[in-house]
C-alpha cells in the first residue's frame, strides 16, 4: 500500500465542499424538477460560473479536520467544542444539530441532548457521514483505526446506530477509494470490503443489494433524504459507479433530488479521494467561495492534515 499524498487530502476536502456547494441550490428539490431545470450534469458545468456557498456539511468537516490536525485523533468533548466555536447559523444546519450545537455553546447537557433526540432515540440522520471523510484518508490503511476514530466523530451529534453506521461507512469508503487510486476500481470488492463493516441490518441489507445490481441502476430503493440509511449508500454507489469521472458522481448524486447538498457532499468526498483536487475540473473549484474560510483556507488545511498524517507514518519522509 503506498502513502496518500496531498492530492488525496486535498481532493477529499475540496471534492466535498464543491459538491456541497453545488448542490445546495437544488436542496430540498424533487428530482423531476432537478430534471426539468437542469438536467444535474449541466448543473454541475454551472455555466454562469458565479460563486457558490458551501453548507453546514463543510463547515462541520472543518472541526473534524481541525481535530485530527491538532491533536493526531478524536476527542468527542473536544471536537463538540469546535462545532460550537465554527458554528454559523446561515449555513444551513438541520433542527437537531443546532440544538445540540446551542447546548455545546452555553454549557449544558449536550450529551443528554444527543441521546435524547427524536423522540429519544438519538438521530440517525447522515450528519455524521457528511463530515468523516477526511478521517478515513488520515488513518488509512488501519481500518480499524478508522471505524474507532469515526465512531468519536460521531459521538457530538449522533447516538443511534444507524447514524454512527453511516459515518463508519463513509470513512471506510474515502480510505478504499483513496487505496485504490492508480488502479482500476473493482466495484464488487470495493462493496464487499464496504459489507464487512457494516454493523447494521439496513446497511447490511443495502450493500447486499447493491452487489446484486448493475451499474447505474436505479438509485431509488437507497433513498435520498436525510436519514443515513436513505443516503449514504446512494452517494457511495454514485463513486463506485463512476469511480474516475468527479463530475458524473456529483452530477448523479444531485440529479437524486432531496438532500442534494449533502448526498454530493458524500460522493464527492469519496471521489475526491480517489481522482484527487487534480481529478476535480478547475473551474469548480475556482467558483467555490474564497472568503477566509473558503478555498484557500479549505486547500491550506488539507496541507495541514497531510502533513499531520505523514508524521503519523512509520519511516516517514516528507
Same mark, same amino acid.
Given at each position: 500500500?503506498?502513502?496518500?499524498?496531498?492530492?488525496? =487530502?486535498?481532493?477529499?476536502?475540496? &471534492?466535498?465542499?464543491?459538491?456541497?456547494?453545488?448542490?445546495?441550490?437544488?436542496?430540498?428539490?424533487?428530482?423531476?424538477?432537478?430534471?426539468?431545470?437542469? /438536467?444535474?450534469?449541466?448543473? *454541475?458545468?454551472?455555466?454562469?460560473?458565479?460563486?457558490?456557498?458551501?453548507?453546514?456539511?463543510? !463547515?462541520? @468537516?472543518?472541526?473534524?479536520?481541525?481535530?485530527? *490536525? $491538532?491533536?493526531?485523533?478524536?476527542?468527542?468533548?473536544?471536537?463538540?467544542?469546535?462545532?460550537?466555536? %465554527?458554528?454559523?447559523?446561515?449555513?444551513?444546519?438541520? !433542527?437537531?444539530?443546532?440544538?445540540?450545537?446551542?447546548?455545546? &455553546?452555553?454549557?449544558?447537557?449536550?450529551?443528554?441532548?444527543?441521546?435524547?433526540?427524536? %423522540?429519544?432515540?438519538?438521530?440517525?440522520?447522515?450528519?455524521?457521514?457528511?463530515?468523516?471523510? /477526511?478521517? &478515513?484518508?488520515?488513518?488509512?490503511?488501519?481500518?480499524?483505526?478508522?471505524?474507532? #476514530?469515526?465512531?468519536?466523530?460521531?459521538?457530538?451529534?449522533?447516538?443511534?446506530?444507524?447514524?454512527?453506521?453511516? &459515518?463508519?461507512? *463513509?470513512?471506510?469508503?474515502?480510505?478504499?477509494?483513496?487505496?485504490?487510486?492508480?488502479?482500476?476500481?473493482?466495484?464488487?470488492? =470495493?462493496? #464487499?470490503?464496504?459489507?464487512?463493516?457494516?454493523?447494521?441490518?439496513? =446497511?447490511?441489507?443495502?450493500?447486499?443489494?447493491?452487489?446484486?445490481?448493475?451499474?447505474? !441502476?436505479?438509485?431509488?430503493? =437507497?433513498?435520498?433524504?436525510? $436519514?443515513?440509511?436513505?443516503?449514504?449508500? @446512494?452517494?457511495?454507489?454514485?463513486?463506485?459507479?463512476?469511480?474516475?469521472?468527479?463530475?458524473?458522481?456529483?452530477?448523479?448524486?444531485?440529479? #437524486?433530488? %432531496?438532500?442534494?447538498?449533502?448526498?454530493?457532499?458524500?460522493?464527492?468526498?469519496?471521489?475526491?479521494?480517489?481522482?484527487?483536487?487534480?481529478?476535480?475540473?478547475?473551474?469548480?473549484?475556482?467558483?467555490?467561495?474564497?472568503?477566509?474560510?473558503?478555498? @484557500?483556507?479549505?486547500?491550506?488545511?488539507?496541507?495541514?492534515?497531510?502533513?499531520?498524517? #505523514?508524521?503519523? !507514518?512509520?519511516?516517514? @519522509?516528507?
Amino acid at each position: 500500500m503506498s502513502r496518500l499524498t496531498l492530492d488525496h =487530502f486535498q481532493g477529499v476536502i475540496l &471534492g466535498l465542499a464543491v459538491g456541497d456547494a453545488i448542490g445546495s441550490a437544488w436542496e430540498g428539490m424533487p428530482a423531476d424538477m432537478i430534471y426539468s431545470m437542469g /438536467p444535474a450534469d449541466r448543473i *454541475v458545468e454551472h455555466a454562469a460560473r458565479d460563486p457558490i456557498y458551501y453548507t453546514d456539511d463543510t !463547515q462541520m @468537516t472543518i472541526s473534524v479536520v481541525q481535530e485530527l *490536525v $491538532e491533536r493526531k485523533c478524536i476527542d468527542k468533548y473536544s471536537l463538540a467544542k469546535r462545532f460550537a466555536e %465554527n458554528y454559523h447559523p446561515d449555513r444551513g444546519y438541520g !433542527q437537531g444539530a443546532r440544538r445540540i450545537i446551542n447546548a455545546i &455553546g452555553f454549557g449544558e447537557d449536550w450529551e443528554a441532548i444527543a441521546r435524547n433526540i427524536f %423522540n429519544g432515540d438519538g438521530s440517525l440522520g447522515n450528519g455524521a457521514a457528511m463530515r468523516v471523510a /477526511p478521517l &478515513g484518508l488520515f488513518f488509512y490503511p488501519n481500518f480499524d483505526e478508522i471505524v474507532i #476514530q469515526a465512531e468519536l466523530s460521531a459521538a457530538p451529534t449522533h447516538c443511534h446506530e444507524i447514524g454512527v453506521d453511516g &459515518g463508519r461507512l *463513509v470513512a471506510i469508503a474515502a480510505a478504499l477509494s483513496a487505496g485504490s487510486s492508480g488502479s482500476k476500481l473493482d466495484r464488487t470488492s =470495493f462493496l #464487499q470490503k464496504l459489507l464487512t463493516f457494516a454493523k447494521t441490518e439496513e =446497511f447490511q441489507w443495502q450493500i447486499e443489494h447493491a452487489l446484486q445490481i448493475s451499474p447505474f !441502476q436505479t438509485l431509488i430503493a =437507497f433513498g435520498n433524504s436525510l $436519514e443515513a440509511h436513505r443516503s449514504v449508500m @446512494t452517494s457511495i454507489l454514485c463513486f463506485v459507479d463512476s469511480p474516475d469521472d468527479y463530475v458524473a458522481t456529483i452530477a448523479r448524486a444531485i440529479g #437524486q433530488g %432531496n438532500d442534494v447538498d449533502t448526498l454530493a457532499a458524500m460522493a464527492g468526498a469519496i471521489s475526491g479521494a480517489r481522482v484527487g483536487l487534480s481529478g476535480i475540473p478547475d473551474y469548480l473549484v475556482d467558483c467555490l467561495e474564497d472568503n477566509h474560510k473558503g478555498k @484557500t483556507f479549505l486547500l491550506d488545511l488539507a496541507e495541514d492534515l497531510w502533513l499531520a498524517y #505523514q508524521s503519523n !507514518q512509520p519511516n516517514r @519522509t516528507l
